[in-house]
């Protein structure tokens, strides 16, 4: 049996076969392929597209979408082990996936770092926990890492540009009120060197250097698939010549779990918004986010209305290669 945790698990070729099949599901999107199969959906945190996303894509191949909101319309799960469980949770992940894997094809989780303890976070522990205790396939739908939307720009980007290797991608920290989750960043660095693009880390100052772990492994991606990884810290010669412009906003790790403190550094880069500025320094790039976005704070309404932008294509390709994953994992992939 086989999760989809993170796309480091999977081959580059293995990907390539995902978003062929996704780029098949797009030119024919309604079939039979998972009739009478069923998904449960955890959100511990909200959702827009992910979860119009996967109901959708359900229940355009036959199947059923369960969606539950543990604390809300679901118990409480607790996901450590050993815990005495005196607190709000009134469920163990052991019994939650041990139940659900007995209804259920496949079960997704959202489920967002808490903000208080990276070197907790960053072990990825409650996803794990929930594949440690089911007995089918789990899907990432948001950790420390997004695995489906990262697939979702990849599938964009090959749309659009043809052959990806040797693109140069500037992937750029960009202006938010409050410090963020880097799962979006930290996939888009796994995606784009995993297939060969010239990928720069574009951010304010070391701080803002994602997990090490995250940059380990985009090293040797891009040593593996004939890419490159970079960092600067210097706008204009970060976007010279950039054929792929992907903005996301994220903390800075030296202050999780500190807001008011991390605002030191956060308040003085607003001047990293995409604006048109910026984007004229490139080469003519396609621009996109994971979305949302808040217009005008992390890319301005210029950009984001302008034809080079495909983050309306890239969040409708979470559909097609979410249900390429989700036929995958039942065995159902092949024609």
């Not at 449960?40 to 199947?63: E, V």
């Not at 939650?96 to 489920?111: P, T």
Request: aromatic share 8%; glycine share 6%; proline share 4%.
């Amino acid at each position: 049996m086989r999760h989809f945790l993170n796309t480091q698990d999977w081959s580059a070729d293995e990907l390539s076969g995902l978003l062929d099949l996704a780029t098949e599901l797009k030119a024919n999107p309604i079939n039979d392929r998972l009739h009478g199969k069923s998904v449960a959906l955890l959100f511990l945190n909200p959702s827009m597209r992910t979860r119009t996303s996967f109901q959708l894509g359900m229940q355009q191949m036959g199947g059923i979408a369960i969606v539950l909101e543990p604390g809300k319309d679901a118990w409480g799960v607790e996901f450590n082990p050993g815990v005495v469980m005196d607190g709000d949770a009134e469920e163990h992940i052991a019994e939650v996936a041990g139940v659900l894997s007995r209804y259920v094809d496949l079960v997704g989780i959202r489920a967002f770092p808490k903000f208080q303890d990276w070197s907790q976070d960053r072990t990825d522990f409650v996803i794990r926990a929930l594949a440690k205790h089911s007995s089918v396939p789990v899907i990432n739908m948001e950790t420390i890492v997004h695995p489906c939307q990262e697939m979702a720009l990849m599938q964009t980007l090959r749309e659009r540009l043809g052959e990806v290797k040797k693109r140069k991608m500037v992937l750029t920290w960009t202006w938010h009120p409050k410090p963020l989750n880097t799962a979006v960043a930290n996939s888009a660095l796994l995606i784009g060197t995993k297939f060969g693009l010239d990928v720069t880390l574009l951010c304010p100052e070391e701080a803002y250097l994602l997990d090490e772990q995250f940059m380990d492994a985009a090293a040797a991606n891009a040593e593996a698939s004939g890419g490159s990884l970079q960092v600067s810290h210097d706008i204009e010669s970060a976007y010279a010549g950039a054929e792929v412009v992907y903005a996301k906003s994220w903390g800075a790790l030296p202050h999780y779990g500190r807001p008011a403190e991390e605002w030191e550094l956060r308040k003085q880069y607003r001047h990293f918004m995409v604006d048109e500025a910026k984007m004229a320094l490139t080469d003519n790039a396609l621009f996109s986010h994971c979305l949302p976005l808040r217009r005008n704070i992390k890319a301005s309404d210029a950009v984001m209305d302008a034809d080079y932008c495909v983050a309306i294509d890239e969040a409708e390709n979470r559909l097609h290669v979410q249900k390429a994953i989700m036929l995958e994992l039942l065995g159902e992939g092949a024609s």
